[in-house]
């Protein structure tokens, strides 16, 4: 009985670890099991969220009165357009100014004038095409190099900021539109008052929705496009500011060239 009683004692602290590790396995493989199961409902959750918010704005935009609020909407994709062909080119136009004028004077010191208009017919930008008309009228004195970069100056000028008239355009009529919708709203739920002959919530609800939906969606856009035009004059001013720094380096260089060349 003795030795009958110590084995089963053995065998039972021989089955706990066992026990031990299937439950801590099972605990292992339900712990990524709930992580799944927590994860799945906030995707489900999110997917919903879009959705909803998609129908809604279709909603909106129905009952605003598809003709105006697609001609308030095409006035933003028109606007955004121009805007981002706007940043585009002025990002393009961007020149690396101080490696410009060193290549130049460089070219100035071993080549002469030829080289120097070399490196600007080779280099991207409104500063490098200011700086090739001026050197090109060298022959014609320092006094006409300087009337050329300024007369240039102010062609480039007018490049930067073309296109920006009809972005201004836009951010004009997008509330503009916004307000007819207004107007001819009001209008539909006075209609709708004469026709019922009584003044109630239902009868003037859906022409009253109809104005302040249009006007919210074009106060939208005005806002949009505004704040790309600021950006987009901000860009306009930084290269200005670069273009009339530069040109004044560039006299100086000229006027250093051809008093070296006078001697």
Sequence with gaps: ???FGSAAVMAQDAAAPAAEAAVEQVDENAAPAEAEAVEAPAEEASESAVVALHKAVKTK???GGAF?????LITLILGL???IERIIYLSLSKTNTKALLARIEEA???GGIEEALDVCRNTRGPVAAIFYQGLSRYHE?????EKTVASYGAVQLGLLEKNLSWITLFIAIAPSLGFLGTIIGMIAAFDKIQQVGDISATVVAGGIKVALLTTLLGLIIAIILQLFYNFILYLVEDLVNEMED?????LDLVVEYDAAQKK
């Design 1 to 3: 009985m003795l030795t």
């Design 61 to 63: 935009f129905i009952e």
């Design 68 to 72: 105006f609020m697609a001609l308030t």
């Design 81 to 83: 357009g121009f805007c």
């Design 108 to 110: 100035l010191k071993h």
């Design 141 to 145: 004195g320092v006094d006409v190099v």
């Design 246 to 250: 530069s040109s004044i380096s560039l």
